[in-house]
């Protein structure tokens, strides 16, 4: 079985690679690649595509893997379409996409040729917790969305069948990365603060995550603290990050104590020598109750919809600094765990059974020729003022063609091109993390 996962972002591509291997394996694959499928990786070109240390870091093989645009990854699906393609991208390119496919397969049937049309799938790398409707139909019209948690399966049944659109795509899963050894104590006591790139995001408020941080580890000198980062500074991920962390860290007057670290790597390596994991909203939360890690999910600078925080209201991990540095542990809930996917009981093991069987069955259909065509809810006749737009981001026409002066996949782009590009998003990131800020300060003046 050949299967193609297309993302946009480091954590995109661990989850559509992850997820890959989960629903076309009876045997439960791990980060290091199955056995009984090919998997073909692409990398959507774009502000967020991942450094090859960002890759590694995220561990996941594959048998090949290569960046692309849009328009490219579409002229070679139209070649030589696999089985099953995993999207693995932002809601608008999932549109695009899913537009595009439908066009080539259209077109290949039209001139004669097989006209195969694949299997696909999509949904979200972690918590939904903002941009529900937009992101769910913007991702209407594949196969199958997974859905992280039974909560969330009934939040997205919920607003496709509140417009009108087809809900039997939705499928409840779990995220693809949870797992490994289930909690032990450590010597020395850790504690990990998970970052975020995007939340908060004013400067005031990142800075004072760390001070806290910093007050915490000066507090108790027998513990490790570690902040555990996302990316090196020029790196982007899913989110744009504007103050790293690291810059910040530069500031702290007389500098950290010794028992205070800044940390990258896989997140499962971080939590194999976690005590106590503390974040604003970050997924990593999830994957630490997982593993029965005590976890706290911060309410200091409230509980909003912008942090993405209120998620975990009625978790039983919702707490402040004050309280962790009093000694205080969380202690979750445990029917609020079973909703959101978080299985430690063992349940993990069965959660991407549903996922396969449906994977399975569209297989059947789509070898008999009996899949029906790509329909997303957005079309010409629904959204005619939204849906050009995000295809046009993309180099598509309204009706999924590529416009012209679209790239061209049938050659490899030469050595000036190649250096334009990685200028042009050296200067983006540049502009992001260095003059934006500066610019943002100055009209606050």
Same mark, same amino acid.
């Given at each position: 079985?050949?299967? &193609?996962?297309?993302?946009?972002?480091?954590?995109?591509?661990?989850?559509?690679?992850l997820?890959? *291997?989960?629903?076309?394996?009876? #045997?439960r694959?791990?980060?290091?690649?199955?056995? *009984? $499928?090919?998997? *073909?990786?692409?990398l959507?070109?774009?502000?967020?595509?991942?450094t090859?240390?960002?890759?590694?870091?995220?561990?996941?093989?594959?048998?090949?893997?290569?960046?692309?645009?849009?328009?490219?990854?579409?002229?070679?699906?139209?070649?030589?379409?696999?089985?099953?393609?995993?999207?693995?991208?932002?809601?608008?390119?999932?549109q695009?996409?899913?537009?595009?496919?439908?066009?080539?397969?259209?077109?290949?049937?039209?001139?004669?040729?097989?006209?195969?049309?694949?299997?696909?799938?999509?949904?979200y790398?972690?918590?939904?917790?903002?941009?529900?409707?937009?992101?769910?139909?913007?991702?209407?019209?594949?196969?199958?969305?997974?859905? *992280?948690?039974? !909560?969330?399966?009934?939040?997205?049944?919920?607003?496709?069948?509140?417009?009108?659109?087809?809900?039997?795509?939705?499928?409840?899963?779990?995220?693809?990365?949870?797992?490994?050894?289930?909690?032990?104590?450590?010597?020395?006591?850790?504690?990990?603060?998970?970052? !975020?790139?995007?939340?908060?995001?004013?400067?005031? !408020?990142?800075?004072y995550?760390?001070?806290?941080l910093?007050?915490?580890?000066?507090?108790?000198?027998?513990?490790?603290?570690?902040?555990?980062?996302?990316?090196?500074?020029?790196? $982007?991920?899913?989110?744009?990050?504007?103050?790293?962390?690291?810059?910040?860290?530069?500031?702290?007057?007389?500098?950290?104590?010794? #028992?205070?670290?800044?940390?990258?790597?896989?997140?499962?390596?971080?939590?194999?020598?976690?005590?106590?994991?503390?974040?604003?909203?970050?997924?990593?939360?999830?994957?630490?109750?997982?593993?029965r890690i005590?976890?706290?999910?911060?309410?200091?600078?409230?509980?909003?919809?912008a942090?993405? #925080? $209120?998620?975990?209201?009625?978790?039983?991990?919702?707490?402040s600094?004050?309280?962790?540095?009093?000694?205080?542990?969380?202690?979750?809930?445990?029917?609020?765990?079973?909703?959101q996917?978080? &299985?430690?009981?063992?349940?993990?093991?069965?959660?991407?059974?549903?996922?396969?069987?449906?994977?399975?069955?569209?297989?059947?259909?789509?070898?008999?020729?009996?899949?029906?065509?790509?329909?997303?809810?957005?079309?010409?006749?629904?959204?005619?003022?939204?849906?050009?737009?995000?295809?046009?981001? $993309?180099?598509?026409?309204p009706?999924?063609?590529?416009?012209?002066?679209?790239?061209a996949?049938?050659?490899?782009?030469?050595?000036?091109?190649?250096?334009?590009r990685?200028?042009?998003?050296? &200067?983006?990131?540049?502009?992001?993390?260095?003059?934006?800020?500066?610019?943002?300060?100055?009209?606050?003046?």
């Amino acid at each position: 079985m050949r299967v &193609a996962v297309l993302a946009d972002s480091d954590t995109r591509w661990k989850w559509g690679a992850l997820t890959a *291997n989960r629903i076309v394996s009876d #045997n439960r694959p791990d980060e290091h690649g199955p056995e *009984n $499928h090919r998997l *073909n990786g692409y990398l959507l070109r774009g502000r967020a595509t991942p450094t090859p240390r960002q890759l590694e870091e995220v561990g996941v093989r594959a048998d090949s893997l290569r960046e692309v645009t849009a328009v490219e990854f579409l002229r070679e699906m139209g070649r030589e379409a696999p089985d099953v393609i995993v999207l693995a991208l932002v809601g608008g390119a999932v549109q695009a996409v899913l537009h595009g496919l439908a066009r080539v397969v259209e077109d290949a049937r039209l001139t004669g040729g097989r006209g195969k049309r694949p299997v696909v799938v999509t949904g979200y790398v972690g918590v939904v917790y903002e941009k529900l409707a937009d992101g769910l139909l913007l991702r209407h019209g594949a196969d199958v969305v997974l859905a *992280n948690s039974r !909560q969330d399966a009934e939040r997205f049944r919920a607003v496709y069948e509140g417009v009108g659109a087809d809900a039997t795509a939705v499928t409840e899963a779990a995220l693809p990365f949870l797992g490994g050894a289930p909690y032990e104590k450590h010597d020395p006591y850790t504690v990990v603060f998970a970052a !975020q790139p995007s939340v908060p995001d004013s400067a005031a !408020q990142r800075t004072y995550l760390l001070r806290r941080l910093v007050e915490h580890a000066r507090l108790h000198p027998d513990r490790e603290v570690l902040l555990k980062l996302r990316s090196k500074p020029g790196e $982007h991920t899913t989110h744009i990050e504007e103050l790293p962390y690291q810059k910040l860290a530069q500031r702290i007057e007389g500098g950290p104590p010794a #028992n205070f670290q800044l940390v990258y790597g896989h997140m499962g390596e971080v939590l194999d020598r976690t005590d106590l994991l503390v974040t604003v909203s970050s997924t990593a939360a999830l994957e630490s109750l997982h593993r029965r890690i005590p976890t706290a999910v911060l309410t200091d600078l409230g509980v909003r919809e912008a942090l993405g #925080n $209120h998620h975990f209201t009625g978790s039983g991990c919702l707490t402040s600094w004050d309280r962790i540095d009093a000694g205080d542990l969380p202690e979750p809930d445990e029917r609020w765990l079973a909703r959101q996917g978080v &299985a430690a009981d063992g349940g993990y093991e069965r959660a991407f059974d549903g996922a396969r069987e449906r994977v399975t069955a569209l297989l059947a259909d789509a070898a008999d020729g009996q899949l029906p065509p790509l329909k997303p809810y957005y079309s010409l006749v629904t959204a005619r003022g939204y849906l050009p737009g995000i295809l046009a981001r $993309h180099h598509l026409g309204p009706d999924g063609t590529p416009l012209p002066g679209a790239p061209a996949a049938d050659k490899d782009p030469g050595p000036v091109r190649q250096i334009v590009r990685r200028a042009a998003r050296g &200067a983006y990131r540049h502009g992001v993390q260095r003059v934006a800020p500066v610019i943002r300060r100055m009209g606050e003046l």
